[in-house]
């Protein structure tokens, strides 16, 4: 049976030429797990937010979208709100009150539901969701896998019929995100919940799809099992950018080309693997090189808490980066990672130890020459820095320089974006016009706080040559980030960030082929053949080195 069903949908934002979704025809069955991607800005979360009516953007719509064979816009206002829970990409946006209990209970308490029902309801979520043991924290206390946990049991406690879900392991680290997908997968097979999911990260999700649903500027283009999907999206086109954000194991059978069942996890890639190449260690490692001196950031013993007396967020931070250098800062939510950032930045200022720019102290830094030209800070929330009422104002707020901006709405493919409103874009837009308010700046130092979160595959691409571009410039890059692949693939140096500190560093291949958790899919999916393999890429290079195993048996 249809849970869902929508029906010639279109929809355009006001003073927008171009339809956002173009003839939306789509059924959503009773059960089913549903697994939404596309490129940055192909309509997809523009699509989730018409299936939940309190969050339906404002704008000219068409066609007709019904929930259990009723009208969405005909539902009650207690049924729109509890049987279609929607959980929202930013943790922080979605919790309204101080205390987890509360939180957990606040929208029985709005339905009107009886105490003796919230309790026994509240009791059943936090027992399954495992938060019993933080029960009765301050919910500004939760790390941000704790916050996405919270916001996610808050929806379960109102017992939905559809859980829709748009990029929610977008800003949690890959253990926390590896766990989240988990309950996600528990609550569709054990309860059976119909699960609309928008995601970029898709190693993990896409295999457990019942169905995906590829979008192109606001179209469906592929709608079928996960295989299917991937098969029909390469038949489209060999070229189309929405293949290099499919999983690594899809990606590399069909970058060695070949046509048996393509693996979609990460044990049927190995498999796959060892069924068709040999165990092979030719790869030379990167010889190891210390930043030199004079360093551009040299930070020592830096110590850091928001409150007088309260605990240490930043303990003893040793950093040193040279000219030049990418360096990712890696780690798990709340340990400090994104602070470390504002202290290099000015914005905190540390209660011990020193921070330096260019062998000078950076509180001996005037605002005005700190910030301009000489060090920008790309921040976690890039709404935090679009003011104007369109993508063209935003940057004319930055630079009186017409040439400049040119340069920069080219780099990042936003013309088409100049006249939106910034609100009315997705996040991965929202994160490029941001990105391009601060490139404005031209700073020497550019810190930037999860840059791809949002980001579909190829976006990132644009991405990582424009941040080398800046690196062969002299411009000094460090990027906290949960984005493994991105890091391991693009990064000069990566650190581990652990109890407020730094206590690991290395180049990629050394840095993730000496984790086991803390790696990239290509290393999980190879290393019982290719000892020092974190990509995709240099798999399939050392692939290209051999006969296919499989084939001459």
Known sequence: M?????NNLSFHYPQQRIASLDTINLQIEQG??????GTSGCGKSTLLKQLKRELTPHGEISGDILFNDIPLADLSPRQAASAIGYVLQNPENQIVTDQVWHELAFGLENLGVDSMTIRRRVAEMA????IQNWFRKNTMDLSGGQKQLLNLASIMVMQPELLILDEPTSQLDPIAASEFIAILHKLNKELGLTIVLVEHRLEEVYPLADRVIIMDQGRIIANDTPSKAAAALKQLSVHHPMLLGLPTSIRLH??????????LTIRQGAQWLSQHYEAVDVLPIEVEKQPQEPFVINAEDVWFRYDKNGEDIVRGLQLQVAEGEFLSILGGNGTGKSTSLNLLSGLLKAHRGRIKLFGKALKTYR???LYNGLIALLPQDPTTLLVEKTVALEFQQMTNQTEDIKQVVELLQIEHLLTAHPYDLSGGEQQKVALGKVLLKKPKILLLDEPTKGLDGYSKKILAAILYDLQQHGT???MVTHDIEFSAAYCSRCAMFFDGQIVS????VTFY???HFYTTAAHRMSRHLFTHTVTMEQIAALCNTQHHVGVHR
Do not use: Q
């Open 2 to 6: 249809a849970l869902i069903k929508i």
């Open 254 to 263: 069909h970058t060695l080309g070949h046509n048996d069942e393509v693996p």
């Open 32 to 37: 089913e797990f549903v697994v939404l991607c």
């Open 505 to 508: 560093e290395a180049e990629p």
């Open 127 to 130: 027992s399954f969701f495992g």
């Open 513 to 515: 082929s000496g984790n």
């Open 367 to 369: 605002a005005t020459e």
């Open 476 to 478: 000094t890059i460090i």
